[in-house]
């Protein structure tokens, strides 16, 4: 396909599934939505099961198949590749189908490590690959109205910005009675040379760029605790928490689990100058404190990847605005390192600017327009 016909969308794009698992039926539910702009073309997994009855599924069974990444991402044929590949293997496949200028879709985490994050926004810089990470719960109508409302001023300054993305996974379900549902592995999410690291890399991704889209601002200091309350075969953390400080003094503060959850489902919460907003999936609440009661308004239920896949499909056909490029989704990744170092450390870290250089630990607190000095007779 010619680069005019991918930006005036003309043309149909050639899309590759690299991975054909559980997350890859969602995007191939996505792309299946928009046959005018595009259709899957292949698709490529180690298993040849996987790989086709996602095809038969999805593509008629006319897709191509590839038992591997390389020899997808190596087909001439294709205008995208969408990654949804175990953690350790996005970073090779991101920069091996910018090399081949292919538009590039890839799912969280970006990749495992800051070091890797670098290589891939030089490779994109040098090869001008428009990429977008897939960070589908951005998509939620919650999320976007929130974002409108407060651009609009209705809560006055925010102070206090929370993002939850919590749930009890019984993938692995130690109650298990009859051994019919389990236990189950955990499979390559439980070797931290494949995932990369424990549930706040992995679902908490969800948590920190959606607290990173409320609060608009670069994050200059990390504080992170991390336990494991239920998954006992876990390696690391089940259950991430991580205090966030942003440079005009908003405090952050992600509350991500595979361990528990929390009541109504709830996403986020956002206290300001004048009021507070409260945001599950499907509605968000509002409430100024001189009000007696929020007003709740509610939303239908949103197929979050289909929506993601639509608006990824805007950006290279149409040129629309990118929701998460690289530096969003690096800075997503160097939040997170930065909870595991400080967990380690029992300190809060600081942020670099550039979002793919390492945390340090803090040597002074951040001063900002609202942070406190502890008086000394407070101290003692
Ligand atoms: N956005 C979300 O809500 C969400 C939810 C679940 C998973 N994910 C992400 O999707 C990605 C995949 O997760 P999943 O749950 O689909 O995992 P999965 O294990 O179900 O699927 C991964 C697939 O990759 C294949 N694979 C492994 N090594 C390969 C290789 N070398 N070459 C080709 N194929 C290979 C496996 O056979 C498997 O089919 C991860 O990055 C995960 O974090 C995102």
């Given amino acids: 396909m010619s680069a005019q016909g991918a930006k005036d969308g003309s043309a149909v794009l050639r ?6 698992g559980n997350i890859a039926v969602q995007h191939a539910r996505g792309w299946s939505t928009y046959p005018a702009r595009a259709k899957i073309a292949a698709i490529a997994d180690v298993d040849p099961n996987r790989t086709k009855l996602l095809n038969d599924d999805f593509a008629a069974g006319e897709a191509k198949t590839y038992e591997s990444t390389e020899a997808l991402i190596a087909d001439p044929d294709l205008d995208v590749i969408d990654i949804c590949l175990p953690h350790h293997l996005h970073v090779d496949a991101v920069i091996a189908a910018a090399r081949a200028g292919k538009a590039v879709l890839c799912e969280k985490p970006l990749c495992t490590n800051l070091a890797d994050a670098r290589r891939i926004k030089e490779t994109l ?6 990429f977008m990470s897939a960070h589908n719960q951005l998509f939620q109508p919650s999320l976007i109205e929130a974002r409108r409302l407060m651009a609009g001023g209705v809560i006055g300054q925010p102070y206090l910005i929370r993002s939850i993305e919590t749930f009890q996974s019984r993938a692995f379900n130690p109650w298990s ?9 955990w499979g390559w999410r439980s070797d931290l040379a494949q ?5 706040l890399l992995d679902t908490g991704y969800h948590g920190t760029y959606r607290l990173l889209s409320l609060a608009g601002e670069r994050p200059v200091e990390v504080t992170g605790l991390m336990s494991r309350f239920f998954q006992q075969e876990l390696k690391t953390e089940d259950t991430g928490m991580v205090l966030v400080r942003f ?15 929390v009541v109504g489902g709830r996403h986020f919460e956002i206290s300001g100058e004048l009021g507070a907003l ?3 999936a499907t509605s968000l609440q509002h409430q100024l404190y001189t009000w007696p009661e929020p007003s709740t308004k509610t939303f239908q239920p ?6 993601e896949i639509g608006h990824f499909l805007d950006v290279v056909q149409r040129g629309a605005p990118n929701p998460a490029p690289i530096d969003l989704a690096a800075r997503t990744l160097q939040v997170i390192k930065a909870a595991y170092v400080s967990a380690n450390l029992g300190q809060t870290v600081t942020l670099p600017e550039d979002p793919t250089a390492a945390p340090e630990p803090r040597q002074q607190p951040a001063a900002t327009a609202f942070s406190v000095t502890v008086p000394e007779e407070v101290l003692a």
């Avoid at 899309?15 to 054909?20: E, Q, S, T, W, Y």
């Avoid at 995932?195 to 549930?199: A, C, L």
């Fill in 15 to 20: 899309v590759g599934l690299a991975g054909a």
């Fill in 125 to 130: 810089c040098q090869t001008g690959t428009v």
């Fill in 177 to 185: 009675a009859d051994g019919s549902s389990g236990p189950k592995s």
């Fill in 195 to 199: 995932s990369g690291g424990g549930e």
């Fill in 247 to 261: 440079a005009s003094g908003v405090v952050g503060e992600i509350l991500t689990s595979w361990a528990l959850d």
């Fill in 278 to 280: 409260a945001g599950s």
């Fill in 302 to 307: 949103v197929a979050s990847f289909t929506a």
